[in-house]
């Protein structure tokens, strides 16, 4: 028997990553670069096969990650790749940046002054630009003064900048407002990159697509899309529909540890929340919210069972969690049984269990845990 079959374990398809890969780089322009957003051990997929696969499979030499280490980690997986680190690093780290051969991103001047005095090597660098995130960036007014800003910038010794960048709040919106404030946000970056270029200054990069800006605001003068989300099949917002062929990547599975038949009025875990009402089957499953498989899903979230729905009754426990299986009398202990995935007709998705509590598929993807084998099929 595989190891990971005896308790909880994910399966991550390769083959629908590279679909969705083709799928984005259809949706891009020629000058559009796929820059893929890996962070977070590849939004929970297990960056080591995702960034081989990307890069050895499908061809894709940028990557996106927020911070030094899993820069590093991706530069082990991608040796020629060009990675941008889209958050903090201690200047103090700049001389491991500049070994490495990462991009960082800059967000002030100040912070550009620490990194180049903390290494005697070039630094090679993104600025971003705080258009409307509210995040991280050059904040200014107008374009031209965030072009002065950047051009003062570029007067920093052992600082590259290569690129300018921002970041989309609302793209994952079709509310008419929303649009607009995207609108202001991408003119406000391009009015900058232009600015620069009046004055002499051609950066090789500026990017501000996401995944859902991608989707549904393709842009040709972004030089990169920083596909994250749509890359592993999941919607940036459950209430708008991704491009056809957009398949989610990774299914969780676990199997039956035990089937039982209950009476009327027993009452199943912790706090004694459910009680039967019925003669009822009741199924134990190995999987709890230690493998991030979420407590508020207690008395919420389906199982899919041979094919059929199975609704999780009382509390999600830490290792393990109960379900109904009055309808599917075949159900036994040693069955596999899918929290996230298709069997037969059904599918439950992380967007779909993200909605049951408030919460998206990106904070359920990353959110499964190291516990949780990552099985990697084609
Ligand atoms: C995480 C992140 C992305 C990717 O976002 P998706 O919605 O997953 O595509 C892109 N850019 C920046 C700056 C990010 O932090």
């Known amino acids: ?54 890069a050895q499979d499908c061809g894709i030499n940028y990557f996106a990650v927020s911070n030094l280490d899993e820069a590093i980690a991706v530069r082990n997986f991608a040796p020629a790749a060009e990675i941008l680190i889209l958050g ?67 007067k920093i010794k052992k600082l590259s900048v290569e690129g300018i960048y921002t970041h989309f709040a609302v793209a994952d919106s079709d509310a008419p407002d929303n649009i607009a404030y995207t609108d202001k946000q ?36 972004s030089t990169l899309s920083r596909a994250g989300i749509i890359l592993y099949g999941l919607h940036p917002d459950i209430s708008l529909d991704i491009p056809e062929g957009l398949e989610p990547v990774m299914e969780l599975k676990a199997v039956i540890s035990h089937v039982k038949t209950v009476n009327k009025g027993d009452c199943i875990s912790y706090g004694r929340t459910f ?31 041979h094919g059929k729905r199975c609704r999780i009754v009382g509390r999600v426990c830490m290792d393990q969690l109960m379900m109904d299986v009055s309808d599917v009398p075949e159900a036994k202990s040693g069955d596999i049984v899918t929290m996230i995935g298709r069997d037969g007709d059904d599918i439950i998705t992380a967007d779909e269990l993200a909605s049951l509590y408030g919460t998206i598929g990106y904070e359920i993807v990353c959110g499964i845990s190291k516990r949780v084998p990552r099985i990697y099929i084609d």
Request: some cysteine.
């Open 186 to 221: 991408e003119k406000f970056i391009l009015d900058t990159y232009d600015e620069l270029a009046s004055r002499g200054i051609n950066l090789r990069h500026c990017h501000f697509m996401n995944s859902a800006a991608t989707c549904y605001r393709n842009n040709s003068r």
């Open 275 to 305: 009680t039967a009402d019925r003669e009822m089957r009741i199924a134990t499953v190995t999987i709890g919210y230690a493998d991030g498989y979420s407590r508020l899903l207690s008395g919420k979230g389906d199982i899919l069972v």
């Open 1 to 54: 028997m595989k190891p990971y079959l005896k308790r909880a374990w994910a399966e991550v398809s390769l083959s629908q990553l590279r679909k969705n890969v083709e799928i984005i780089k259809s949706l891009n322009s020629g000058n559009t670069k796929v820059m893929a957003v890996v962070k977070a051990d590849a939004y929970g997929h297990g960056d080591a096969h995702i960034v081989r696969c990307l």
């Open 88 to 154: 903090y690093t201690p200047p103090e780290y700049a001389n491991e940046i500049s070994m490495y051969n990462i991009i960082q991103g800059v967000v002030s001047t100040e912070y550009a002054e620490a990194l180049a005095k903390n290494t005697p090597a070039s630094i090679r660098c993104h600025i971003k630009i705080d258009t409307g995130m509210g995040r991280i960036g050059l904040k200014h007014d107008t374009p031209a003064q965030c072009a002065d800003e950047i051009a003062e910038m570029m």
